[in-house]
């Protein structure tokens, strides 16, 4: 049972919408001779198969899927109807994916979530989920890539896997290569695979920037955890790679620079914006492009070294702009908006230290030393003669015009009380308290 046959011939769908139901046993939703391209197309294919088998989207040349969503779900009646299950099948040529969502599922005695002689990824967000449902010599494979060619760039890829534990051979691959030439390549891409068995030959990562992941199944196959390279085999649950990203912020006609955020990965929150606006203009929010849709959310999740746009707009009826810088008068200080508005309440100078400067707004005051008339303020004690106490002494020294005097003649802390009444040319003012002893 066919939906679509064409045993000689390519096919071209663009903009295509709708939902694809077969079941027989031979279920095909989608059975080419040629190639098949999809553009701009949003589909959802189900298929069951009673005997032979099924798969969603068959060609027996190239499949190019571009900005498409496709969900795919292929099962077998039972365990024991069908003989290979398929979700997307080129098994002479390629599978390319580009921008696109696919969700495939692929249940049978040999399930496969993508078949084909290489198989690449580009900016997608794929997830691929095959359960083999028998023993014997079935498998389940998120990916078989007969060459040895998996390649993911940029995106997202799930694969998950998984199939009877007593088994002649792999029971599940997230990752599999028939003759493996090359490696699987990630880059700049999210990728988890998972199963009983995990097969994956895997570059060595530090030429990449990036860090992997291990961790062993426990519950399926005895696993432990090994250390995985391209000379061994690993049975693992779980494997992720990730790479870092750098964030990259342009002003986009605002002048200014914003450091770029560097080795950042998973959901980063917008910042405040860094950058001065173009006259006239005020900032409305970031985007992905120069003339892009203002992010919405206050965070996003870059998948690739990501460049974020300062979006600039008119301001909305009167901008308001209110200031830190301080005005004043001869007795209050306040702060304005930029409209000439008062937006704090006039408040008396303060100068709590006496130094001529108001302690808030850094006014010069007219009574007081003044500012930069203080040379330094000096805390000394001294015994007094005959009272049994002692005297507390504050020294606020002044600039004068005249030649400094000679340091003998400055009061000093040391002295004794009958010492100070030594001239100084210095004019200190002092105020004295004295403490009688009980």
């Not at 069951?48 to 571009?66: F, L, N, P, S, Y």
């Not at 606020?396 to 004794?416: M, Q």
Request: overall charge negative; charged content about 20%.
């Amino acid at each position: 049972m066919y939906g679509i046959l064409a045993p000689t011939s390519a096919a071209v769908f663009e903009n295509v919408s709708g939902k694809i139901e077969i079941s027989g046993a031979v279920a095909y939703a989608m059975m080419f001779g040629g190639t098949v391209s999809m553009k701009g197309c949003d589909l959802e294919i189900s298929c069951r198969a009673t005997k032979e088998g099924a798969c969603g989207i068959c060609a027996m040349q190239d499949i190019g899927i571009t900005d498409s969503k496709l969900k795919i779900d292929v099962r077998a009646a039972d365990k024991e109807s069908a003989l290979c299950i398929g979700g997307i099948e080129s098994p002479n040529t390629n599978v390319d994916v580009w921008n696109s969502t696919l969700e495939l599922t692929a249940s049978g005695p040999d399930a496969v979530g993508i078949y084909a002689n290489n198989v690449k990824l580009n900016d997608s967000i794929t997830s691929v989920e095959a359960t083999a449902l028998a023993t014997g010599k079935g498998y389940a494979a998120g990916i078989v890539a007969m060459q040895g060619r998996a390649l993911v760039s940029g995106g997202v890829l799930e694969v998950l896997a998984t199939g009877p534990v007593e088994h002649e051979g792999p029971a599940t691959v997230g990752i599999r290569m028939d003759n493996a030439v090359l490696v699987p390549e990630f880059i700049g891409a999210d990728v988890k695979l998972r199963g009983n068995q995990a097969l994956a030959v895997l570059p060595d990562l530090s030429a990449y920037g990036r860090e992997y992941e291990l961790t062993a199944s426990s519950e399926v196959n005895g696993g432990t955890k090994v250390e995985f390279n391209k000379d061994n085999l690993a049975s693992i649950r779980y494997f992720h790679i990730h790479p870092f990203y750098t964030i990259y912020f342009d002003g986009n006609g605002g002048t200014g620079e914003m450091t770029a955020v560097q080795n950042h990965y998973g959901e980063y929150t917008l910042p405040e914006n860094g950058f001065t606006p173009p006259t006239g203009k005020v900032f409305k929010g970031w985007a992905l492009s120069a003339d892009g849709e203002v992010l919405t959310e206050a965070t996003f999740t870059p998948h690739k070294d990501t460049d974020l746009y300062a979006i600039w707009a008119d301001p909305e009826g009167d901008v308001h702009v209110h200031s830190k810088e301080w005005k004043s008068d001869g007795d209050n200080h306040w702060q304005e908006c930029s409209c000439g508005e008062k937006y704090t309440e006039p408040a008396a100078h303060v100068d709590s230290n006496g130094n001529g400067s108001c302690d808030i707004c850094g006014a010069t005051l007219s009574s007081g030393l003044g500012a930069g008339a203080i040379v330094g303020i000096v805390l000394g004690s001294v015994a007094l003669l005959g009272g049994g106490g002692f005297a507390l002494y504050w020294f606020v020294l002044r600039k004068k015009n005249i030649p400094a005097p000679a340091a003998e003649n400055v009061a000093s802390a040391a002295e004794p009380a009958e010492n100070k009444e030594n001239e100084a040319t210095e004019e200190a003012e002092e105020t004295e308290k004295t403490e009688e002893e009980k």
